[in-house]
């Protein structure tokens, strides 16, 4: 019995966790879609990607040079971008090739690693995260449009096991690679967050920076894990071992909003999700919720979001 109250302690404080919550909650999913390898003067031109798209330099280097920027950036062995803006971009061994478009190279191949031009100097490996139509604005709202890692960021150590399993899952046909292949393209995408994070004192207010400040997590952990208690400015201080002035201040830098809109706004994206994966009725949403009353939720989700939590119900069914 003893045994089984730890492992469900356990597991629970490893459930409250905020970044694992939101990541889940964009069901944000990660595919390597594949790569090339190249040789000698060669340049491809990739449209603006639909989608997140990350992508690694695995040996040698090249410039990456977006169409809205004259300056070309270079990435070497080990380093990893990743692209969540709309931007056509060009990948070159030098900035002065004139490049071909890459779904002319790439489209037909029936190969899931492709070489262009001449030699193997260079290889790359790349993919999309996918992301829920809906929920996935949570995350995409609040990235950058470019993120580079470089390998020689203190950050960049983890990736190098993770491109050199994906390169060995890509190239055999062990049972399970697929499944491999995309557990570690996640953890990958997962470490390139992380790394951002790392970045926090140069993000702009949002509650991706909060997620990356650790003065903060004790009092983001408690909110995540029970979303529906009226917690106190007093408790959220004192699990952050600050006073309630210094709390507030602090947290309204980081995350851009107070701890009670914070909550109400994590509420209402968990409203969200109910109301579209769900059938309970809104009072049901409302109760689970924390709200003593259908007509307080209904007042609070349409503040947010503009439409009543009935109205917004149909309107994204009838999207689906």
Known sequence: ?????????????????????????????????????????WALRFPAPEKIKFFAVLKGQCWVQFDDDARPILFSTGDVGLLSAKRAFVLSSEPDVEPVDAMSVFFGAGKPHAPIGEGDDFAHIGGHVLLNPTSGRLLTHVLPPWIHVPAASPQAASFRWLLDQLVQERRTTQPGSQLASSQLAQLLFIQILRAHLQTCDALPASWLRALGDARLAPALQLMHGDPARNWHLEELAKACAMSRTTFAQQFRTVAGVTPVAYLTQWRMRLAERALREESDQVAVVAQSLGYTSESAFSHAFKRETGMSPKAWRLAERSMG
Do not use: W, Y
């Not at 045994?3 to 302690?9: G, H, N, Q, T, V």
């Not at 919550?21 to 040789?39: C, N, P, Q, R, Y």
């Open 1 to 41: 019995m003893l045994d089984s109250a730890c492992e469900l302690r356990d597991s629970t404080e490893m459930q409250n966790d905020p970044f694992s919550d939101i990541l889940k909650f964009v069901h944000a999913e990660s595919l390597v879609t594949g790569g090339f390898s190249a040789g000698g003067r």
